[in-house]
């Protein structure tokens, strides 16, 4: 295993040169492509001023030119913080830059990117790639320093920004682990379908470390994704459960997944029904997979035998990794060499214990065949009217009950006031009065109140903005 993202690039651009590495919707480009590329985007960012230390904040829609920006930067032993690529999260970015005193702003597009200097001068410098150019180079290697550079952010589902700083070989590690699991051979091509400011390493190390391709779709590139993952004969998938709900839309027919091996969604619950209905429509099991920012990637997967299970299943570890339940607290505790050392600039309590486990926030039990079954977050649990309720469980009963499309619960301590976020399926008119029903059966004497929404308001990693529900029982 190497230490490094830049050292498979030189051992894939030298072993295979012509192999294709990464593909998007306008252009691919081999191993040796690849590395020369690195080289004449450092010699750029050389030239106009920037070196190791400085922060570079980078936004992008997803495409070769990201990847390379990211491995160029990476290598030049820049810090390296994503931000989000759509305009609508600019209060987002202004927040990501300013926690960590980034230097630059990188916006990256398909055919080129620019540099903006986040000083009161606000200069620009504009990259174009040149084909002609790069040709020229021989005889050089991209340069390749390795520190803890990568800014890997996380805000929950409250908006917040917190971060870790990570090295490459902590994303490495936790790609090989995944690629053990799930193999990916030089013949294969992955796609992940993430935002591009979402653990964006996520987007290209596993296939990377591989010698495979990588895929690299944009959401006006969805349209025809049946067409995409035909085209270049997609094995592999990462998807949030959000996504995959889109995609089943698309291609719902098993013939369009015919070729694909493996589906890995999480980043939030994947729900039965939607697991059933994956099957149904595609003749594949989903497979759910736990990880997190603090642990730079998945860690636990689902096994295939309870892709179905009506149980809040996570499943085992990959090698690699150690778990355990403290027996207090009930809560998941996680180790390994790519689990995070501490949050950034933060003086609140270590989120590590003593023997150097990270503490998940989630609660668990682990069965006697070592199967990880989850009991909700351990701030999901409150105490009202003198009874103890799990959140996270009663969402799972109303949306197992009731069949709705989604629901997320809300409390509100100051009214004592459960607040219950639904979406409807189309047609339904009598839900609201049956999830009525149940919640007084459920959780009375809680005061309770419910509201249906047409779709809920997102972070940009997908996950529900529960901030945003909270704020609007507010006005």
Not at 139 to 157: A, R
Not at 208 to 227: E, P, V, W, Y
Request: hydrophobic residues 35%; contains cysteine.
């Amino acid at each position: 295993m190497y230490k490094t993202l830049i050292s498979y690039v030189n051992y894939w651009a030298n072993s295979r040169e012509s192999s294709i590495a990464l593909i998007d919707s306008s252009r691919s480009i081999s191993y040796g492509e690849l590395k020369l590329e690195l080289i004449d985007i450092q010699k750029f960012l050389q030239s106009k001023g920037l070196k190791k230390g400085d922060t570079v904040a980078i936004s992008g829609e997803k495409c070769i030119n990201l990847v390379v920006i990211y491995l160029s930067s990476l290598g030049l032993g820049l810090n390296v913080v994503p931000v989000p690529f759509d305009k609508s999260f600019i209060k987002k970015t202004d927040q990501i830059i300013r926690f960590t005193d980034a230097n630059y702003i990188i916006n990256v597009y398909n055919d080129k990117f620019l540099i903006t200097i986040l000083d009161d001068s606000e200069s620009k410098f504009e990259y174009k790639t040149s084909i002609s150019r790069i040709k020229e180079i021989t005889n050089s290697l991209p340069i390749d320093i390795d520190d803890y550079n990568y800014f890997n952010l996380t805000s929950g589902t409250t908006g917040e920004v917190k971060a870790t700083k990570t090295c490459n070989y902590q994303i490495i590690y936790n790609a090989t682990q995944l690629n053990i699991r799930f193999p990916l051979m030089e013949e294969d091509c992955y796609c992940c379908l993430f935002a591009s400011d979402m653990h964006p390493h996520e987007l290209f190390v596993r296939p990377l470390i591989a010698g495979a391709k990588s895929l690299l779709l944009t959401t006006k590139d969805l349209r025809n994704f049946k067409k995409q993952i035909s085209k270049n004969n997609v094995t592999q998938i990462l998807a949030t459960p959000n996504a995959i709900n889109s995609l089943l839309q698309l291609c719902d027919n098993p013939d369009d997944w015919e070729n694909v091996k493996f589906v890995l969604t999480g980043g939030e619950n994947v729900h039965i029904n939607l697991r059933k209905k994956f099957f149904e429509l595609t003749n594949k099991k989903l497979t759910v997979a736990w990880g997190s920012t603090e642990t730079n990637g998945i860690v636990i997967t689902l096994p295939e035998a309870y892709a179905l299970n009506n149980m809040n299943t996570l499943g085992t570890p990959l090698p690699g990794y150690s778990v355990k339940v403290d027996p207090e607290t009930n809560e998941l505790l996680i180790k390994g060499a790519s689990c995070m050392r501490g949050y950034w600039r933060d003086n609140g309590p270590s989120p590590l214990t003593n023997d150097r486990y990270f503490k998940t926030n989630d609660m668990a039990s682990i069965d006697e065949n070592g199967i990880i079954h989850h009991q909700g977050r351990l701030n999901s649990v409150i105490k009202a009217s003198g009874r103890k309720i799990s959140l996270f469980h009663l969402e799972d009963i109303i949306k197992q009950e009731l069949s709705i499309k989604d629901c997320s619960l809300v409390y509100r301590e100051e009214t004592s006031i459960l607040y219950t976020f639904v979406i409807l399926p189309q047609g339904e008119n009598n839900t609201n009065t049956k999830i009525n029903n149940l919640l007084y059966e459920t959780i009375s004497p809680i005061g309770f109140r419910v509201i249906t929404l047409e779709d809920f308001p997102r972070l940009s990693n997908g996950k529900i903005n529960k901030r945003e529900l909270m704020e609007s029982v507010l006005k």
